[in-house]
């Protein structure tokens, strides 16, 4: 059985980081890529970016690029999304989602809200 | 970048009857399309993948069917589990990038 379990709620004040987790168990972590979603309160999904737990490799939408960090722990099957320099517009539910091997987004996790507000 | 367009943006319908949700993009993906189903408070769920293929444990009364520019995700018999959001998504292999329709949101 796969599963995506992501890390809590978070509220964060505008100009700050966060770092989102997704734990990944039921199959083998390097042979598949995460990608990271999000959706905006009452919006559509948003791809942001992809990686490669295999060999690390990375893509990002351009909106994102520099701004936000992809990674991978294999040792402990987990992946990380780090976004800088948050906005109000940041606000939304972030997903990590795994890729088949067609490139579709197979198995998603729960969601992460994070909530960007002085 | 590919721009895909979903319509209608809203669709009302009752149960029992038949939903075709369409999706076009701005040039061909040839069969590389997939459609998810989001309902209230639930992450995405893949529905349909390679324009017609139905992803596990999907029912039967979902069906995708296009290639090229047009698509199209029916929905034979509606049930009261299948009122949600669908989005149809595009994957370009490389450089690996994804990009999904703004969505159609089916109603009672």
């Known amino acids: 059985q796969v599963h995506l379990v992501q890390s809590g709620p978070e509220v964060k004040k505008p100009g700050a980081s966060v770092k989102v987790s997704c734990k990944v168990s039921?199959?083998?972590?390097?042979?598949?890529?995460i990608s990271w979603l999000r959706q905006a309160p009452g919006q559509g999904l948003e791809w942001m970016g992809w990686?490669?737990?295999?060999?690390?490799?990375?893509n990002f939408a351009q909106k994102f690029q520099g701004r936000v960090t992809l990674t991978t722990d294999t040792s402990t099957t987990t992946a990380y999304m780090e976004m800088r320099t948050l906005r109000s517009d940041d606000t939304a539910v972030y997903y990590c989602a795994s890729l088949s091997a067609g490139g579709d987004f197979d198995y998603w996790g729960q969601g992460t809200l994070v909530t960007v507000s002085s | 970048e590919i721009v895909m367009t979903q319509s209608p943006a809203t669709l009302s319908v009752s149960p029992g009857e038949r939903a075709t949700l369409f999706c076009r993009t701005s040039q061909s993906v040839r069969g590389n399309l997939a459609w998810y189903q989001q309902r209230p408070g639930q992450a995405p769920r893949l529905l349909i993948y390679?324009?017609?293929t139905r992803a596990s444990g999907i029912p039967t009364r979902f069906s995708g069917s296009g290639s090229g520019t047009e698509f199209t995700l029916t929905i034979s018999s509606l049930q009261s589990e299948d009122f949600a959001v669908f989005y149809c998504?595009?994957?370009?292999?490389?450089?690996?990038?994804?990009?999904f329709g703004q969505g159609t949101k089916v109603e009672i």
């Open positions: 998504q595009h994957y370009n292999s490389w450089p690996p990038t994804w990009t």
């Open positions: 390679d324009a017609s």
């Open positions: 039921g199959f083998t972590f390097t042979n598949f890529g």
């Open positions: 990686i490669s737990a295999y060999d690390g490799n990375t």
